[in-house]
């Protein structure tokens, strides 16, 4: 998402509105939990600050589809947050950013904001946990008490 900052840097604008909606390439959450990413609206701006500082205030809103914790099912996670972030010319800003002529691509600003929204975990509603399988089932505590082992398990602990 590029954004021209020629109006502000020649001070013919106090500021640049944003309003779009962008698509966030694949490549950027094939190593996330993130399975899908719908578009992301953008609502803001731009304004100047200082001498190449700039100031950008936008509220983001999309939807992420991510795995459930229990049955890894697709969950649909609505997301939205705000961004007040100073941005300023040097060399460090340089080799993190896309910076061209007078124009500035905030969509790695974005992402890395986005990123910061995946929680840790998710939970789809009524999600059936799977409690046997194939050779497999999932046993309780009390279970393993009432396990016949047991009783051969506290002869072993007795003789040690």
């Given at each position: ?8 840097i020649s001070?013919k ?6 309003n ?20 992301v609206l953008v ?5 100047r600050?200082g001498?190449?500082i700039?100031n950008?205030n936008a509220?983001?809103?999309g939807?992420m589809?991510?795995p459930?914790?229990l049955?890894l ?5 609505p997301?939205?947050?705000?961004i007040?972030?100073?941005?300023g010319?040097?060399n ?5 950013y ?8 905030i ?12 929680p840790?975990?998710?939970?789809k509603?009524?999600?059936k ?22 009783d051969?398990?506290?002869l072993?602990?007795?003789e040690?």
């Amino acid at each position: 998402m590029i954004i021209n900052l020629l109006p502000l840097i020649s001070n013919k604008e106090n500021f640049v509105e944003i309003n779009e909606i962008i698509e966030i390439p694949d490549e950027y959450y094939k190593n996330t939990d993130i399975r899908k990413l719908d578009k992301v609206l953008v609502q803001g701006s731009i304004k100047r600050i200082g001498d190449n500082i700039f100031n950008l205030n936008a509220i983001v809103k999309g939807k992420m589809i991510l795995p459930c914790a229990l049955s890894l099912e697709d969950v649909d996670y609505p997301f939205e947050f705000n961004i007040d972030q100073n941005i300023g010319f040097d060399n460090n800003f340089e080799k993190n950013y896309k910076i061209i002529a007078n124009t500035l691509d905030i969509l790695p600003i974005l992402w890395e904001n986005i990123v910061l929204e995946i929680p840790s975990r998710v939970v789809k509603d009524n999600a059936k946990i799977k409690t046997e399988g194939d050779g497999w089932c999932l046993t309780s505590e009390e279970d393993l008490k009432n396990n016949k082992l047991s009783d051969l398990k506290e002869l072993l602990e007795m003789e040690e």
